[in-house]
């Protein structure tokens, strides 16, 4: 495993911990790694000394007692504050024109996701009317389940492309 994969690994594993003590973590591993190639190791050979990753990412986190437990939604909750917090803080540190069309894009994004939804919502009405007239009604309540299904479909994968485009525009590194 490269110095860079090694990293990446370990700060995914990590979020759990605050930033900060992430990147405390982060910055006494690559020093440690660094240290290692001076003394004529590889950079395979100097992570392989730190043992199995998982084990070393559970001792990381004994110490500072957290187990390895599901993420709770006040987990996810705190998440996305924190990704919030950053996005305000990215925006207001922008200078005006670049706001403007950060704000412009973000609005042309939300335009399209709801043109890209008109043609599958007037499909789902004529399915959903043509069903219930073949089947004299009898499963009328069906097409409320499948209405309710297909909005939730559409409202996280809107979601998840407004927040893979809040997060390439804001933090790609480029």
């Given at each position: ?128 009317g043509l069903f219930t007239a ?41």
């Amino acid at each position: 495993m490269t110095k860079s994969n090694f990293i990446k690994k370990l700060s995914e594993k990590l979020r759990i911990l605050e930033e900060s003590e992430v990147e405390g973590i982060i910055n006494e591993y690559s020093y440690h790694i660094d240290q290692k190639i001076r003394e004529g190791k590889s950079e395979e050979e100097a992570i392989a000394d730190f043992g199995d990753f998982d084990e070393l990412v559970k001792s990381i986190l004994a110490a500072y007692h957290i187990d390895k437990k599901p993420p709770t939604m006040e987990d996810y909750f705190q998440s996305f504050l924190r990704f919030i917090n950053k996005v305000t803080e990215k925006i207001m540190a922008m200078e005006s024109g670049q706001m403007v069309s950060f704000v412009v894009e973000l609005v042309v994004l939300i335009i399209l996701l709801r043109i890209i939804n008109l043609p599958f919502h007037l499909l789902l009405r004529l399915t959903g009317g043509l069903f219930t007239a073949v089947t004299w009604g009898l499963f009328a309540p069906l097409k409320g389940v499948f209405n309710y299904i297909f909005e939730v479909i559409y409202v996280v994968i809107s979601v998840y492309v407004i927040y893979l485009f809040v997060n390439k525009r804001l933090f790609s590194k480029d």
